[in-house]
């Protein structure tokens, strides 16, 4: 499934980005954090909506709050580096806020890939980082080429190919590739299940099914109900790709969960807590004499594969992309008109607030939906 636009029903509500940023920094800072790290995780959540990727934006606030007040997810922590040899470092995520330890890990990363030319970093124990193109594109932001390996401790959803039931999550990777002054990067950021969890839950509020080879159900049999992954006994997401994204998966398991110094999913998780674990490499294309070459080949195969004619069958002004472009588009018209949000969602957001000691009325003054 592609980022796109969510088709709009009668009860979508339409947040502008700005207004739904400070709703989710209330919130956050109401859970106790201080407004550095609740503009960190606003900012970085509504960057998902407005790249057309709901089911990783601030649809996940209620879950955040759940896992706050039970414990599971530590407000106000900060990085803490347990190994540093300079270009190699691990990193503990003390179980804070992922989007101030994706922040603070990239921080570190450009930096010493600035020094050294490459940088390793094995991040473990984080709380949820979200959209894993919001790192490499911090990268990019430093002309810097990155890779990231994911893993997720929480509730195994996603079947091993040949198998029946979950045994791992929708462990995603990511590959950021500046194109050089001016043209836009290439930015691959998906989740190695067939959809991720989050778009099987907007499907699920939204009362939509979910296309054919993306669900099992408990006994194992095709569906495409995304109720099955809500009711006991629980389906499974697919791995995309058959054998191909399931090995992905296998390696992003082993890469961000052991190398990392972090954990693999092999027994019972928190289920008051959503972890993350992200093995991250990342380069200087100057460091490494290529910066030229890099930008010039990538932009003449770019023009390239954009060249190729519309499949049969497709809109004739539908283009050849590359990653990264359909979330650009997304993101311009979302800035235009604004966010849609499904009834379902925007309820849970209220009700997270109101959870947090506010009242509707104070929450809907800020955020203007319309
Ligand atoms: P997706 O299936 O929408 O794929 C997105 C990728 O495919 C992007 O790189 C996009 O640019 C590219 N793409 C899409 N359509 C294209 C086209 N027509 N031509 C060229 N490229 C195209 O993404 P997904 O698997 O649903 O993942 C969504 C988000 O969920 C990602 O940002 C991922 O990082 C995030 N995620 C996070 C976690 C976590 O635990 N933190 C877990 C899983 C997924």
Redesign the pocket.
Known sequence: ???QGSPMSASTVIVHAEPLRRFVQTIVERGGSLPREAGLVAHNLVE?NLTG?D??GVGMLPRYIDNLLAGGLKANQHLKVVTDHGSLLTLDGLAGYGQVMGVEAMQLGIERARAHGVAVLGLANSH??????AWAEQCLDAGLVSIHF?N?ISEPIVAPFGGSDGRF????M?VGIPMGAGADPV?????TSR?????VRVAYNKGQPVLPGTLIDADGQPSNDPGTMFREPHGALLPFGEHKGYGLAVACEILAGALTGGITLHQKPNPNA?I?NMLSFVVDPERLGTAARLAAEARAFADWVKASPPAPGQDAGQRV???????RAVRRQRLAEGIPIDATTWAQLLQAGTRQGMTEAELLAIAQPH
Request: charged share 15%.
């Open positions: 499934m592609s980022a998902a990727h089911s990783h949820h980082i979200g959209r894993i193109g994911v997720v999550v929708t462990n995603p990511c930015v691959l950021d998906f989740a959809i991720a969890m989050g778009k959503i993350n992309m590359l990653p990264g472009d359909p979330e």
